[in-house]
């Protein structure tokens, strides 16, 4: 059984986890933390959220205001171990109620081109190809849903 909590940036669960995805993203795109660290910095964060399985942790979480209607969700990551269980997937769904509680109407997120399943999850949740609004070219893929 998946549950979900709500937390914040502070919780030393999702800096462990947000740890590890920094790691896996390194190696999907062959790069070093330090190139990314100033976009990937979570800090101050109220919007925070864990999964835990049968009370194991197992994914983390969390959204940004991008404007006045508008989150940005981020730091997504799961456990390779507890991938395909739904907990991803649950995450989303979570993060976007949490959303529409604070008054917001549409979701943005980036994702990147050497995740296909994260792409093909997000897609699967009603998620749609948006243009870039981070101004970045390469592996950067943008998606946005009306909530």
């Not at 790691?23 to 910095?41: A, F, H, S």
């Not at 529409?100 to 792409?119: D, F, M, R, Y």
Request: include cysteine; glycine fraction near 8%; aromatic fraction near 10%.
């Amino acid at each position: 059984m998946i549950t979900i909590i709500r937390t914040n940036s502070d919780n030393p669960d999702f800096q462990k986890l947000t740890s590890k995805l920094d790691i896996e993203l390194c190696r999907i795109y062959n790069t070093q933390p330090e190139d990314y660290e100033e976009y990937n910095r979570i800090t101050d964060l109220k919007t925070v959220i864990l999964a835990y399985f049968n009370d194991e942790l197992v994914g983390c979480g969390c959204f940004k205001q991008f404007n006045g209607t508008t989150i940005e969700l981020k730091r997504m990551y799961v456990d390779p171990a507890f991938r395909g269980k739904g907990a991803a997937s649950a995450m989303v769904r979570e993060l976007e109620k949490w959303g529409i509680e604070l008054g917001n109407s549409i979701a943005v997120l980036e994702t990147g081109t050497g995740q296909p399943e994260a792409i093909s999850m997000y897609h699967r949740l009603g998620y749609s190809d948006t243009e870039n609004y981070l101004g970045e070219t390469g592996h950067s893929i943008c998606m946005k849903k009306v909530l």
